[in-house]
T-cell receptor, first 114, second 113 residues
Framework: AQTVTQSQPEMSVQEAETVTLSCTYD???????LFWYKQPPSRQMILVIR??????QNATENRFSVNFQKAAKSFSLKISDSQLGDAAMYFC???????????FGKGTRLSVIA | EAQVTQNPRYLITVTGKKLTVTCSQN?????MSWYRQDPGLGLRQIYY???????DKGDVPEGYKVSRKEKRNFPLILESPSPNQTSLYFC????????????FGQGTRLTVV
């Protein structure tokens, strides 16, 4: 079974600085998808960014980018120019191709210091 | 507005009293799913449905039931709730062929005493 590991339960960053959240996963599949979700205090789950395993180019969405290392099974999230509104729980998630369920990591709580 | 709507947002109930958490989406999505979120465990899938009358177990289905009689609705049923089902529950949906559940409900905080 696939597993997703987020080794940093909590992180903090100064406003306007850059922070990187780590995620590793375990799979024997070659075709899969990876995601980062944000959960602010409102509890709403928000899809931040996604990456297809067959794409070598790292995904980018505005201030959010990923470092996808397929051989190392690593999928880190970089947040640039951190803002107070970035404070949230961040979940890394994995899914095989086809109609398979998402597998979530346990989350990293990010605090942004003004 | 495209959305997934869950009700209720908060619920406190007693052990053994049947309850239903409703979930409705207005995007004509084929795929719907239920997750529970517990501290230190992330989100775990309870049940999912790929279309009307098609449901299947996720990772933690024990103690739960679902039904999918209409495309838009996917209720979660707890026939005999127990305290270990105290959790935050999310319903989510995506279209056929969609990469992931991009639309989540607002969450239902359930407490079973």
């Amino acid at each position: 079974a696939q597993t997703v590991t987020q080794s940093q339960p909590e992180m903090s960053v100064q406003e306007a600085e850059t922070v990187t959240l780590s995620c590793t996963y375990d799979t024997s599949e070659s075709d899969y998808y990876l995601f980062w979700y944000k959960q602010p205090p409102s509890r709403q789950m928000i899809l931040v960014i996604r990456q297809e395993a067959y794409k070598q180019q790292n995904a980018t969405e505005n201030r959010f980018s990923v470092n996808f290392q397929k051989a190392a099974k690593s999928f880190s999230l970089k947040i640039s120019d951190s803002q107070l509104g970035d404070a949230a729980m961040y979940f890394c998630a994995y899914r095989n191709s086809g109609n398979t369920p998402l597998v979530f990591g346990k989350g990293t709580r990010l605090s942004v210091i003004a | 507005e495209a959305q997934v709507t869950q009700n209720p947002r908060y619920l406190i109930t007693v052990t053994g009293k049947k309850l239903t958490v409703t979930c409705s989406q207005n995007m004509n999505h084929e795929y719907m799913s239920w997750y529970r979120q517990d501290p230190g465990l992330g989100l775990r899938q309870i049940y999912y449905s790929m279309n009307v009358e098609v449901t299947d177990k996720g990772d933690v289905p024990e103690g739960y039931k679902v039904s999918r009689k209409e495309k838009r609705n996917f209720p979660l049923i707890l026939e005999s709730p127990s305290p270990n089902q105290t959790s935050l529950y999310f319903c989510a949906s995506r279209p056929r062929g969609g990469w992931t559940e991009a639309f989540f409900g607002q969450g239902t905080r359930l407490t079973v005493v």
